[in-house]
């Protein structure tokens, strides 16, 4: 929400490629797709890190390691239930323009 405020089109930029991500993940059906996901994380596109590069001035956390941090909370909500939503639908809420209630009333089941 730091990085929004200073930079709101950067940043919704970077959550719609986190959407991206989001979509575009399956599930960890095997011990072989777990250690080739994994595997995948270590590597970034850095032109991607270099285009979200000044979000990293805002906020605890660079740009490289919320995508990380998001890659695994993307797979292991995919993987645990496969109806699983919560993530995607935060995401969301924080790509809107509501409000910060709005926002965090998305980070529970249901």
Avoid at 10 to 28: A, G
Avoid at 41 to 65: A, E, H, M, R, W
Wanted: hydrophobic share 40%; proline share 1%.
């Amino acid at each position: 929400m730091l990085k929004r405020q200073a930079k709101k089109r950067l940043t919704n930029r970077l959550l719609d490629h986190i959407d991206r991500i989001w979509t575009t993940t399956t599930d960890l059906r095997s011990i072989k797709d777990r250690n080739s996901y994994f595997k995948s994380c270590k590597y970034f596109d850095k032109k991607l890190i270099q285009t979200f590069s000044s979000l990293d001035n805002y906020g605890d956390y660079p740009v490289s390691v919320l995508l990380l941090m998001v890659r695994l909370i993307v797979v292991q909500e995919k993987t645990s239930h496969v109806n699983a939503h919560m993530f995607h639908d935060l995401v969301v809420a924080l790509r809107s323009d509501k409000g910060v209630w709005d926002v965090i009333s998305k980070a529970r089941y249901s």
